[in-house]
């Protein structure tokens, strides 16, 4: 049905930024909405941002990451700025089709940000 495969993630000091990719493919055409959510250790996962076209944020991230798709490569990006020792989890890629009414999911890729 759908792919999706993560990449960009790593270790940076806090202030600094990195970029998350996440490519799609297989019946691009049923996917409705991608986004980026993340579980850090002993927590539950959280919508962090997500383009439907239109784009919602977490409150935690307002101002400081940028959400952006680009529909030729079949690619959604995730730009973090400004980034905290709090943002460090492992980042997922998800993509919701209403038409199967479900979710996919990347296999997820590790920011760690040191303080």
């Known amino acids: 049905q759908v792919q999706l495969v993560e990449s960009g993630g790593g270790l940076v000091q806090a202030g600094g930024s990195l970029r998350l990719s996440c490519a799609a493919s297989?019946?691009?055409?049923?996917?409705?909405?991608m986004g980026w959510y993340r579980q850090a250790p002993g927590k539950e996962r959280e919508l962090v941002a997500r383009i439907i076209p239109s784009t919602n944020y977490a409150d935690s991230v307002k101002g400081r990451f940028t959400i952006s798709r680009d529909n030729a490569k079949n690619t959604v990006y995730l730009q973090m700025n400004s980034l905290k020792p709090e943002d460090t989890a492992v980042y997922y890629c998800n993509a919701y089709s209403s038409y199967w009414s479900l979710n996919f999911w990347g296999q997820g890729t590790q920011v760690t940000v040191s303080s």
């Open positions: 297989g019946i691009i055409s049923k996917i409705n909405t």
